[in-house]
């Protein structure tokens, strides 16, 4: 089981003995990293500011004509109703980003727990848990949140929650092959020997050093879930009221829209597109950074 | 071979995790009368026994009553039964390869099962075809002048790669080359082998994208640390030229990582091609497990998932055995 | 088996309503024809030639768009849509349907304009409508009233056979309406016309006796469609007890169902033993029919485009004017003279029980907006249930809307009365469309938009089939809908009569007023048309004062062929009749051929 180790350290060790010109890079962040931040901060922030902007007025039917191409009233154009694509991608950007946050929130929030315990306390509660691990990333992960969403109703909690149960898994993985490696540490060992109790530990020195890579692993998974909102707007299966990205992208969509009114799509496939690419980029720089082991997601 | 047994073991363990759940799930979240009988099912037989409201009401000239259908079919499909009864019973017809019937349009689920499958198979192989055959040329021209200007740029190809939404690819693949130029057909067209690959090219290309750049960056960084390897060197230093270097000592012991994530992914992709089925038309299990959810199609809905994850756990399997065939220091781990 | 089958239960049912209903809407349809029709009988001013259907807000260049161009206008496109002159046999005509259909049984399953486009194929109708909108025997030899309204006597055409080699005689008509009064759904639809004890009675050979309950001398104009498509009495018998044999129809007509592929396509072959020739009736050109069930009109413009598709139907504007914007490359018949797009209430749930809430909510709906933005440009505005150029059109009406101003009082005074039916001084109401579709999400933003000031908005998105089962049963508060526009509004009676409220209502909005139902009656019992217009037009007054719908926009139904392609609207009936060409979407096909 000492295995799980096995990697890191030949990583480690190759790392030290032959030093690639990616190394450099692997040592800071990066311009890249920042820009990244930048980009997601600006969209975040307009997102929660979307209700005090001066795009409240544009969100309606009849700002502007139908599909009018962009202009300084309208940066983005506007879409079939005459709404303004600008605001509309600002108040698309609320839902998404909610759902991408939520969704990791909430499987950072069961799954790393999991996670911590089966790879702290192995034997038969790491079997159960790993077998529920694996059961869950066997499932078809679209089929599994349209049987639910379906069942239930399609408002963001549930979409948001959905998203999180299949995150749960992933993390949950991680989670559990960073805890084995961190368990054998000393410093863990340690407090082990002294007698401290096992929650303690699991808390106090576990989970700051599970968090780093679990942190890495949600940058990409805000980005897999804003992603699988915009399948389920595809599906008809998205958030019920107001604007998403998916579902803008999906009303841009057909062949005449797409040609008479180019940027009804592509606005915000644009943003999606920069969004996820930020957090993919982001989520790999502090990898690197870290020298966090690849995990399949 | 007590590995193989173990894996067998496992994979039986996850495929009754998952039905129970789907089972369970169709089940308790939807009203199973309802989704066989729609709105009859709210029918309040206690009153029209008592004689308080009339029966029969909606079906003119049938000699049955509301009623009577009601408690037939809680008869029929053992609607009385505990969950697990009916788990046992449905489980006991899938292995005498009976999925049901769908209650749609009275199909055997079998042969919805038999009509679409192929399809979504032959649109996974072109993608993993396209993958493939994309992937490898590009990660050894990369890893062969690794950090150069070329793989810089491929770099941050794959990075966009990555970033672009598979809908947002597919809609822009089919708007430009099949409505646009009109290279490619916009439905699926199941007349014939060349008309069939052709319609699937551009689904096929959607799917295989993000897997290519996702192969190219997992390979060209095994490229890269074999490349270091003494034997390279000593073939470089032999004067073989680099093509052949690249293509028959470097490849080879680099495919390890890509050989792992191949196998989960097309796994994966089974149950991964709804969306793509739905903007390219294509009639496969996708298309027909997002309907059958949608309609309550309990039994359809059943039966996929059933295929989908069998082949989902198979593939691992073997991907695994091939895998400590191939190198039996994994067998521990 | 056949237990399982029985699940097919209510929603099958319902479906079966449906069915009923589309049978109802279909026969009805809407055509621009028939329209035009109408009013060249009764009010030559407007007579325009019924030969193409005319974009609505079009001149006729536009509709000369529908040629191949060279040549000018109307009478070219007159000569491609109705000529035989050098007609060549052979090919396969791909067209697309709106949706797939679950069967193909005329007693059985629900029949759709899209179930219409194929069964036509398959099966011949009684009765149809001339090009001018009167109802012409079709496999009918003739049908004649008696004096008191209550007996209608089917007079059949000797020699037909079905394609099994069965006889079209009076014994398979009664087979096929035992089969619909057997059926609980479709019988909904012909039961409260028939006497209940002994609806059809056998003459001779080839004569019947229909039975009426009330005096009706328009009974003929019901045998358009599902209720008078007869099929094989030994194929009904076999599908009763092998359902999947409902996907496989047997017909008299001039094709034969060759194979079927749920959701992929459908094909039909000449039937090279059909009773009709060019002398008598219409002769077939083509070698197969082949339909394409594609429910993103988008992608069928895009697959004829393509050339994937000869031929398509939409009712999506913007499916429309894409076409449109092709020019000559396609042969266009439009047609809006038909159904209506309206917002549709169920007067007998909370809160749309109450006419203050009927009428608050159709002064607030944003119906300009809803003209402007889901007509794309294209739909015309409607007022009541017929096209303004038609003789039943009521001009006196306008369809209320975009006051909210009118709409604060009412809710207020009902809030005030019914507090549990409001939160936060707005009144809550569910809005049930169908989906998922781009457009009704676009129509529902609009609509919910204009509500919003005094409705808590709760939107629920069903699948089309589940939104007209909750419609028939009444399972709904308010909904979008689209009906009317038979080519002759009684056939439209149905929507509006008391007899048609029930467990499954084909009355939706399960609205009865007995003076209102003594008008529908009265105009059913007449064939004098002065009399039936003055009558209809009182209707349409009761319907507007009771505000049960609020109408928004004409149904623009887009059948839209390659160039190539001739004879769209020449199919004649056996007695050398011409045939009105495209209704809602269903039309025949079988007298197109490929030119080149």
């Known amino acids: 089981m000492g295995d799980d180790n096995f990697p890191n350290v030949e990583v480690a060790m190759e790392d030290v003995l032959d030093p690639t010109p990616d190394d450099a890079v692997k040592r800071k962040l990066g311009v890249g990293f920042w820009i990244a931040i930048g980009w997601l901060a600006l969209i975040t922030l307009l997102a929660i500011l979307a209700p005090i902007l001066p795009i409240d007025g544009q969100n309606v039917t009849g700002a502007g004509g139908r599909l009018d191409g962009p202009s300084m009233s309208h940066l983005f154009g506007t879409d079939a109703n005459g709404r303004d694509v600008f605001a509309r991608t600002i108040w698309g950007a609320r839902v998404s980003l909610s759902v991408g946050f939520i969704a990791i929130v909430a499987g950072m929030g069961i799954g790393g727990p999991l996670g911590i315990i089966s790879g702290y306390f192995r034997g038969k509660i790491d079997a159960v848990i790993s077998f529920v ?165 | 071979m007590r590995y193989i047994l173990q894996r067998i073991g496992q994979l039986v363990m996850v495929l009754f995790a998952v039905t129970v759940i789907t089972f369970a799930s169709v089940n308790v979240l939807g009203d199973p009368l309802t989704n066989i009988l729609g709105p009859l099912a709210s029918i309040d037989c206690a009153d029209v026994n008592a004689g308080l409201k009339p029966d029969s009401s909606t079906r003119g000239g049938t000699s049955e009553g509301d009623c009577a259908v009601v408690e037939r079919t809680r008869a029929e499909f053992n609607l009385d039964s505990a969950l697990p009864v009916r788990y046992a019973r449905w489980v006991g017809d899938i292995s005498t390869g009976d999925f049901g019937t769908s209650f749609q349009n009275q199909l055997p ?100 994208l993000p897997l290519a750049a996702t192969y190219q960056r997992l390979l060209r960084t095994d490229l890269i640390t074999t490349l270091q390897e003494d034997f390279v060197h000593m073939a470089r230093a032999k004067g073989m030229p680099p093509r052949s270097i690249m293509t028959r000592h470097a490849l080879r012991p680099s495919m390890f990582s890509v050989l792992t994530v191949f196998g989960i992914n097309t796994g994966a992709l089974l149950g991964g091609t709804l969306v793509i089925e739905r903007i390219f038309s294509i009639p496969g299990v996708g298309t027909e497990i997002v309907t059958a959810i949608v309609r309550d199609d309990t039994p359809v809905v059943l039966g996929i998932v059933v295929i989908i994850v069998t082949g989902f756990v198979l593939i691992n399997l073997l991907v695994d055995l091939l895998y400590s065939v191939l190198d039996p220091r994994v067998r521990r781990g | 088996m056949s237990n399982r089958s029985k699940r097919v239960s209510v929603s099958k049912i319902v479906a079966g309503l449906l069915a009923m209903s589309l049978i109802a809407a279909a026969c009805g349809d809407s055509s621009s024809d028939t329209s035009t029709a109408a009013t060249t009988t009764a009010a030559p001013t407007t007579a325009a030639p019924a030969t193409t259907a005319a974009p609505p807000k079009e001149d006729a260049t536009s509709s000369a768009t529908a040629d191949k161009g060279d040549s000018s206008a109307e009478t070219t496109v007159t000569d491609v849509l109705r000529t035989i002159d050098g007609a060549k046999s052979g090919g396969t005509l791909r067209l697309s349907v709106l949706s797939e259909t679950d069967g193909l049984n005329p007693t059985v399953n629900r029949f759709s304009p899209t179930a219409y486009q194929m069964g036509y194929t398959v099966f011949e109708p009684l009765f149809y409508w001339d090009a001018s909108g009167q109802i012409t025997p079709y496999l009918a030899e003739s049908g004649t009233n008696s004096d008191d309204g209550l007996t209608f006597t089917l ?83 076999a599908a009763k007890d092998d359902q999947a044999l409902n996907q496989e129809p047997v017909g008299t007509g001039p094709f034969v169902f060759d194979s079927r592929v749920q959701d992929s396509v459908t094909k039909f072959v000449k039937n090279p033993d059909w009773w009709q020739t060019r002398d008598n009736g219409t002769e077939v050109y083509l070698d197969a029919i082949e339909f394409y069930p594609v429910t993103d009109s988008q992608i069928a413009v895009s697959q004829l485009i393509g050339g994937e598709l000869d031929g398509m139907q939409t009712t999506n504007p913007t499916a429309t004017a894409a076409i449109r914007d092709e020019g000559d490359k396609f042969i266009r018949l439009e047609d809006d003279q038909g159904q209506e797009s309206f917002a549709m209430m169920n007067s007998t749930v909370p809160p749309f029980d109450d006419i203050r809430v009927r009428q608050a909510v159709t002064f607030a709906a944003a119906r300009q907006n809803y003209i402007d933005f889901a007509g794309a440009g294209i739909l015309r505005g409607s007022d009541t249930m017929f096209a303004p150029e038609l003789i039943w059109n009521n001009a006196d009406i306008k369809q209320e809307g975009d006051q909210p101003e009118l709409a604060g009082p009412l809710v207020e005074s009902y809030c005030a009365d019914v507090p549990e039916g409001c939160t936060d001084g707005r009144v809550n109401i569910d809005f049930e469309y169908s989906g998922p579709s781009v457009d009704q999400e676009n129509i529902a933003d609009i609509l919910s938009e204009g509500w919003g000031d005094f ?142």
Not at chain 1, 243 to 257: C, E, N, P
Not at chain 2, 171 to 184: E, N, T
Not at chain 3, 185 to 194: C, D, E, G, N, Y
């Open chain 1, 133 to 297: 691990f694996v059961s869950l990333l066997s499932f078809p992960s679209l089929v599994l949140a349209l049987l639910i969403v379906n069942s239930l109703d399609r408002s963001l909690k549930v979409v948001a929650m959905v998203l999180g149960i299949l995150a749960i898994a992933p993390i949950g993985r991680l989670a559990r092959a960073n805890t084995i490696v961190f368990a054998e540490r000393e410093f863990v060992q340690a407090a082990r020997v002294i007698g401290a109790k096992d929650v303690r530990i699991m808390v106090r020195e576990l989970l700051p050093n599970v968090l780093i890579p679990m942190g890495a692993l949600a940058l990409l998974g805000v980005a897999v879930a804003i992603v699988a909102e915009g399948g389920l707007a595809f599906l008809g299966l998205s958030v019920k009221e107001g604007a998403t990205w998916g579902k803008m992208i999906l009303a841009g969509s057909d062949a005449r829209t797409l040609r008479t009114g180019t940027h009804v799509a592509m606005a915000p496939i644009g943003v999606m597109f920069l969004t996820v690419l930020a957090l993919n980029y982001a989520g790999d720089r502090v990898r690197s950074y870290f020298d966090v082991r690849e995990t399949a997601f």
């Open chain 2, 109 to 208: 689920v079998s042969t919805v099962i038999k009509n679409k499958l192929p399809v979504t198979l032959r649109l996974v192989g072109v993608g993993l075809f396209f993958s493939i055959v994309l992937s490898i040329p590009w990660a050894l021209l990369s890893a062969y002048r690794a950090n150069r200007p070329f793989d810089n740029v491929s770099t941050v190809v794959s990075f966009g790669l990555l970033a672009i939404p598979n809908f947002a690819m597919g809609v822009i693949l089919l708007y430009f080359f099949a409505v646009r130029w009109q290279f490619f057909p916009t439905r699926y067209d199941p007349d014939g082998i060349y008309n069939q690959l052709k319609s699937l090219f551009l689904p096929g290309l959607t799917l295989a």
């Open chain 3, 155 to 237: 007079k059949l055409r000797p020699n037909i056979t079905f394609t099994d080699g069965e006889p079209l005689d009076a014994d398979a008509i009664i087979v096929n309406f035992e089969a619909l009064l057997a059926d609980p759904l479709i019988s909904l639809a012909v039961r409260p016309a028939l006497d209940a004890d002994v609806p059809v009675t056998k003459v001779d050979d080839l004569t019947v006796e229909f039975h009426l309950a009330l005096p009706n001398k328009q009974f003929a104009t019901g045998l358009d469609g599902q209720l008078g498509m007869p099929g094989s009495p030994k194929w009904l018998a």
């Open chain 3, 455 to 596: 409705f808590n908005v709760n939107r629920v998105v069903l699948l089309e089939d589940d939104h007209i089962t909750n419609v028939a049963l009444g399972a709904y508060q308010i909904v979008t809908w689209r009906q009317f526009g038979a080519p002759d509004p009684t056939a439209d009676r149905v929507w509006l009569a008391c007899d048609s409220i029930g467990f499954v209502s084909l009355n939706w909005p399960r609205y009865c007023d007995q003076s209102r139902e003594d008008l529908l009656n009265a105009a059913r019992a007449t064939d004098v048309l002065s009399e039936r217009v003055d009558l209809w037009k009182q209707i349409q007054q009761k319907i507007h004062d009771d505000y049960l719908y609020i109408f928004f926009t004409r149904t623009l139904w887009d059948n839209a062929f390659v160039a190539n392609t001739r004879n769209q609207c020449g199919v004649k009936s056996p007695d050398g009749v011409e045939l009105l060409c495209t209704s809602s979407g269903a039309m025949f096909n079988h007298g197109i051929w490929f030119d080149k």
